[in-house]
């Protein structure tokens, strides 16, 4: 991540991120149950892992501005970060998991190639013929995770200013 001439590319990317959230939240609460069209699924997972780049990447920028931390060009690396500095958030074990999760299966996804929707389900293929589901009812509970972090995220920025 590139952090000259950030600015306030950290209130940006926030915004972004309720944005993403606030159309997967959509989809899966409202769109999808009136049209049952399962690639409407995909849509939201794409929505959330959306939703939780932006809001990681705006916390570490905040952070980067605030206590000067290091922001480094590979996501691996970056993750570390985050989840360092995840308790002053006060974001629990589960909820840092689960964004763990979402990336997690957001790569397998990316990397996969072969992927399709059944019964309210993505199903991605992996190597070895082994493959990996997600739920409807996953997604919303990533979607219901992803709100209260940004939630939390909002509240710890309001007190730091």
Do not use: C, W
């Given at each position: 991540?590139?952090?000259?001439g ?27 149950p ?33 206590t ?7 996501k ?9 500095i ?7 074990k589960p ?28 199903i ?19 979607a ?18």
């Amino acid at each position: 991540m590139n952090v000259q001439g950030t600015g306030d590319l950290d209130i940006k990317l926030v915004a972004d991120a309720e944005k993403s959230f606030q159309a997967a939240d959509h989809l899966l609460y409202f769109v999808y149950p009136m049209l049952k069209d399962q690639k409407l699924i995909k849509k939201a997972l794409e929505e959330i892992f959306n939703s939780a780049r932006n809001l990681v990447n705006s916390i570490l920028l905040f952070e980067h501005k605030k206590t000067n931390i290091r922001i480094y060009q590979d996501k691996e690396s970056n993750i570390e970060t985050f989840k360092k500095i995840s308790t002053k958030l006060d974001i629990s074990k589960p909820e840092l998991d689960t964004i763990l999760e979402i990336f997690d299966f957001n790569e397998k996804h990316q990397k996969s190639p072969t992927e399709f929707v059944r019964n309210n389900q993505i199903i991605i293929l992996l190597e070895n013929q082994r493959y990996e589901t997600i739920t409807f009812e996953k997604l919303k509970s990533y979607a219901n995770i992803l709100k209260t972090v940004i939630q939390k995220f909002k509240l710890y920025r309001e007190q730091k200013f």
